[in-house]
């Protein structure tokens, strides 16, 4: 069984469109939760981490949230530029720098 | 800063040749991961080095591939012999331990190796 199911797997919106990407889990003992962004041919680029159920985080026209099942990357009025691959990933306990473990990831495209 | 350097970015080779990749993480670094990622796929871990030792490898194929940490510093991935099964891009990363309460999780990742396997 899969730790980390991202959903959905594609998602297309209009320049503008408000929409959000799922990510649940199914680890005990979350340690923290990360949103990554990563470009074609490119490696991931950190976005957020998430400690504890309730709290959010805001960059620009990316908010994330978390509960103690899953949590949403919010994209409000996305642009072009907003189109990429969207990776979740847990890491669960001990030590600071235990691993991570990734979903497959959301592709984003924005038409203008 | 210079972010994560990974080298070479694109690698052709027969199966059953070897292969090697060389990381450079951010200077300052103490943590060094090196992931595989298959098309379509997230990122899955290989090998995590806390300055030279590797402190988790479970997940690193033994019987072909290798890696090194010289000196706490540079890394360098190998495998011997390549299968078609290989074919997959290879992520470095780097992250710095600030100690628990201050760690923010992110990894630096370079912009990764891809190999393919004929």
């Known amino acids: 069984e899969d730790q980390v199911t991202q959903s959905p797997e594609a998602l297309r919106l209009q320049e503008g469109e408000s929409s959000s990407l799922n990510c649940s889990y199914t680890v005990s003992g979350l340690r923290g939760l990360f949103w990554y962004r990563q470009d074609p041919g490119k490696g991931p680029e950190f976005l957020f981490t998430l400690y504890s159920a309730g709290e959010e985080k805001e960059k620009e026209r990316l908010k994330a949230t978390l509960t103690k099942k899953e949590s949403f990357l919010h994209i409000t009025a996305p642009k072009p530029e907003d189109s990429a691959t969207y990776l979740c990933?847990?890491?669960?306990?001990?030590?600071?720098?235990?691993?991570?473990?990734f979903g497959k990831g959301i592709t984003l495209s924005v038409r203008p | 800063e210079a972010g994560v350097v990974q080298s070479p970015r694109y690698k052709i080779i027969e199966k059953k040749q070897p292969v090697a990749f060389w990381c450079n993480p951010i200077?300052?670094?103490?943590?060094l991961y090196w992931y595989r990622q298959n098309l379509g796929q997230g990122p899955e871990l290989l090998i995590r080095?806390?300055?030279?030792?590797?402190?988790?490898d479970s997940q690193l194929p033994k019987d072909r591939f290798s890696a090194e940490r010289l000196k706490g510093v540079d890394s360098t991935l190998k495998i011997q012999p390549a299968e078609l099964g290989d074919s997959a891009v290879y992520l470095c990363a780097s992250s710095l331990d600030r100690g628990d309460r201050m760690n923010t999780g992110e990894l630096f990742f370079g912009e990764g190796s891809r190999l393919t396997v004929l």
């Open positions: 080095y806390e300055n030279e030792e590797a402190v988790d």
């Open positions: 990933a847990v890491q669960e306990g001990p030590g600071a720098n235990s691993k991570l473990t």
């Open positions: 200077s300052g670094h103490n943590t």
